[in-house]
Structures are given as structure tokens and as C-alpha cells.
């Protein structure tokens, strides 16, 4: 099934604004919208270094820019279209942060 990104533009305005994100989000941006995903764990095969978080949560962490920065989405299969929801977007030391605080299950900043 296609992925339907939602709040592109939150991705878009992070890279602006990070300018050494640019060409790394705008890879992610491509992948995202050429994969074609049937479960959860073709997720995986798109992104290697990606992480399913546990906790039936639907959450997804994907690894940008070598691991210089993080998004954390939730997923929902639908029945023709994957949704793929931006729930909070940052650097690597700002997701540790995060994990200390145990928040990357619940974080909804957009």
C-alpha cells in the first residue's frame, strides 16, 4: 500500500531550518513516498536502521542524516493507504532526552 505522510510540511519546515538536514529529510522524503508497505515490518525493509517501538503503540522511530536526527511517527494500515503520522521530529541528543523521560511513546508535538 502507498504511505500517505501527514504534517510533510512540519518534516519540510525542521529541514529549513537545519540546514544540515536538508538533502538527508529530502532522501526521507523520497523513500517515503515511493515505499509500498503491507505490515508493519516492511517499515524495516524501507529503513534498515529504523525502530518499531513496542508497547502497542504503533510508533515508529526512523534514524536521519546518520543518525544526526530523529522522527518519531505513528503508523495506521488502513485499507488502501498506510498512514504515516509525524508525532515529533528533533536531533539525536534531543530524542535521548526524550527516552530518559521515557516520552517517546506518548510525544505529540504536531
Not at 500517505?4 to 512540519?10: E, F, G, N, S, V
Not at 529504523?50 to 488502513?78: E, P, Q, W
Request: aromatic letters at 14%.
Amino acid at each position: 500500500m502507498r504511505v500517505r505522510l501527514i504534517k510533510r510540511k512540519t518534516v519540510l519546515d525542521f529541514a529549513i531550518a537545519n540546514a544540515g538536514g536538508r538533502i538527508p529529510f529530502e532522501h526521507w522524503l523520497t523513500l517515503i513516498n515511493m515505499a509500498d508497505w503491507g505490515v508493519p515490518s516492511d517499515i524495516k525493509k524501507t529503513f534498515r536502521s529504523a525502530d518499531i517501538l513496542g508497547k502497542s503503540s504503533n510508533r515508529v522511530v526512523f534514524d536521519i542524516g546518520g543518525n544526526n536526527y530523529r522522527i518519531i511517527c505513528t503508523y495506521h494500515f488502513g485499507a488502501t493507504t498506510v498512514y504515516l503520522y509525524v508525532k515529533w521530529i528533533g536531533t539525536h541528543a534531543a530524542y535521548t532526552s526524550i527516552c530518559q523521560r521515557n516520552e517517546q511513546y506518548s510525544i505529540n508535538n504536531y
